[in-house]
């Protein structure tokens, strides 16, 4: 059986511009554009005054804005594994944020967002970070993408890294290796230079517009996953000073700007009307940075912890006749909804291995009735530490230790202050009467705590937990590059 994509590209083969026509009621192009430690309060749209961002705002306004929305885990190669593959990240093994000298990565047996487009006919492209495994196996030509060009890991992970920039050249050569750009799976430039990370995302956007280009006459898979604004903050040089709002805002705009030229060539080749066009950030703001740093929105925390401020992210979308324009949705989805969402608008098969994330067209589309598909969501962090979950309005956070920067003050040079670390107990927080968890109500709610508390206990026994000596049965064990695969 033939999907969605397929006729719509036979469609547009066998009957030209009237094929364009009748294909644009058939399958989407799917453009996904990821920030790196994007704050939930960074865009206009949701709140930022400082600098402007025009062409995101224009998703909001001529698509839709979801304000409860969330990722899996707040850091980077976990956050990346639960998009691409539609599992919580526990489930396909990925953890916190792989090193450059990792052996692990993504398992072969995961099918990921782009092998799904591309076994209904898609053209697919990942340009960007990457962070799901260095060693070629692990790589995206590897895993559906017809192309790829980017760094493999974060921006940081270099010589240059802000933590050792007082030491010498050798000294910080110990720490991190060179950081290299690939084509492909080759090595296109092997000592990224800060000169270099001044043009990646303006490199990122000509590429991914080349793509769009080139693959107008075909339904095509386009994931751009910006480097920024993760620290070290890097801006082109005419990008210096745009904003009015530091390197910060500066590095905003040209993100936004990316935004514009992308938006502006579905329209030039005339397929904006059958491309939907999604944006969010892999987990909230770096706080420790200062004003190199997003900011929350109001949230409490940011990265690297399940308060609200490091798991809640932006997300807009925009399909032209299809989403209806200017809406808010306030019910919870999370970023693992995106892959079974494609996979119903190609009429693709779900995997044979279970996935975590549920269909949100309806929510997309405004349908009737339309709600979270979700009885509950879980977050966790660090090595399978669960340390939180939402039900409905509910927020219930788990004990655990977590690092804190409420009450301290970042620098404005780049680089880090450090966190205080506190202790979280049992707490329970109504996220629509206090969406900044600052009112602890477990005392007043038993009833809430105790069946919010059965919830995470089926979780446990599927995904396990580190912090009560729990192991799940439903965990898949990430590749490893030196052990060979089982037979």
């Not at 990821?34 to 930022?48: E, K, N, P, S, V």
């Not at 950081?179 to 270099?196: I, W």
């Not at 880090?416 to 927080?429: I, K, N, Q, S």
């Not at 069946?451 to 009560?468: A, I, N, P, Q």
Request: charged fraction near 20%.
């Amino acid at each position: 059986m033939l999907s969605a994509a397929r006729v719509g590209f036979l469609l547009w083969t066998l009957l030209g511009p009237l094929g364009l026509v009748l294909a644009a009621t058939s399958a989407p192009n799917i453009v996904v554009l990821f920030a790196d430690d994007l704050g939930y309060g960074d865009l206009g749209c949701y709140g930022a005054t400082a600098y402007q961002t025009p062409h995101l705002d224009r998703l909001a306004t001529e698509g839709v804005r979801f304000t409860d929305f969330y990722v899996s885990s707040p850091v980077c190669s976990a956050s990346r594994a639960a998009l691409l593959t539609g599992c919580y990240h526990e489930r396909v093994g990925i953890s916190g944020a792989l090193g450059p000298a990792s052996t692990s990565g993504i398992h072969p047996d995961e099918t990921t967002m782009a092998e799904l487009c591309r076994a209904s006919g898609y053209a697919t492209a990942a340009i960007g970070k990457w962070h799901l495994g260095r060693p070629e196996q692990f790589l995206p030509l590897q895993h559906g993408f017809d192309s790829y060009f980017g760094l493999p890991y974060s921006n940081d992970m270099w010589p240059f890294h802000p933590g050792v920039r007082h030491l010498t050249p050798e000294e910080r050569a110990k720490r991190w290796p060179p950081l290299p750009l690939l084509d492909g799976n080759q090595v296109v430039d092997p000592e990224v230079s800060p000169e270099d990370q001044k043009t990646l995302t303006g490199r990122y956007t000509r590429r991914a517009v080349d793509f769009i280009r080139s693959q107008r006459e075909t339904p095509f898979f386009l994931y751009v996953a910006y480097s920024m604004p993760h620290v070290p903050l890097f801006v082109s040089p005419e990008g210096e000073g745009r904003s009015g709002a530091g390197l910060y805002g500066d590095v905003i705009r040209e993100i936004d700007d990316s935004v514009g030229s992308i938006l502006g060539a579905l329209t030039e080749e005339g397929i904006d009307g059958n491309t939907m066009v999604v944006f969010s950030s892999d987990n909230g703001p770096w706080l420790s940075y200062g004003k190199h740093a997003g900011s929350s929105g109001g949230l409490r925390e940011g990265k690297g912890t399940c308060w609200e401020g490091g798991i809640r992210v932006p997300f807009l979308a925009r399909w032209p006749g299809k989403i209806p324009s200017g809406r808010v949705v306030r019910e919870p989805a999370m970023t693992i909804d995106l892959f079974p969402t494609v996979a119903g608008l190609l009429g693709a098969n779900l995997p044979s291995r279970r996935i975590d994330g549920v269909d949100i067209w309806p929510l997309l589309a405004d349908r009737a009735g339309a709600e979270s598909p979700h009885d509950a969501l879980f977050f966790y962090f660090l090595s399978n530490e669960l340390q939180a979950m939402r039900s409905g309005p509910w927020k219930l956070i788990l004990p655990h230790r977590y690092r804190s920067f409420a009450g301290l003050t970042g620098r404005d040079d780049g680089l880090p202050v450090e966190y205080a670390m506190r202790e979280a107990g049992l707490e329970l927080y109504h996220l629509e009467d206090d969406p900044a968890e600052t009112k602890d109500v477990a005392a007043q709610h038993p009833a809430v705590v105790e069946d919010l508390l059965r919830k995470v206990e089926v979780m446990r026994g599927d995904l396990g937990d580190r912090l009560t000596s729990r192991k799940g049965s439903g965990n898949r064990p990430a590749a490893d590059s030196v052990q060979p695969p089982k037979s």
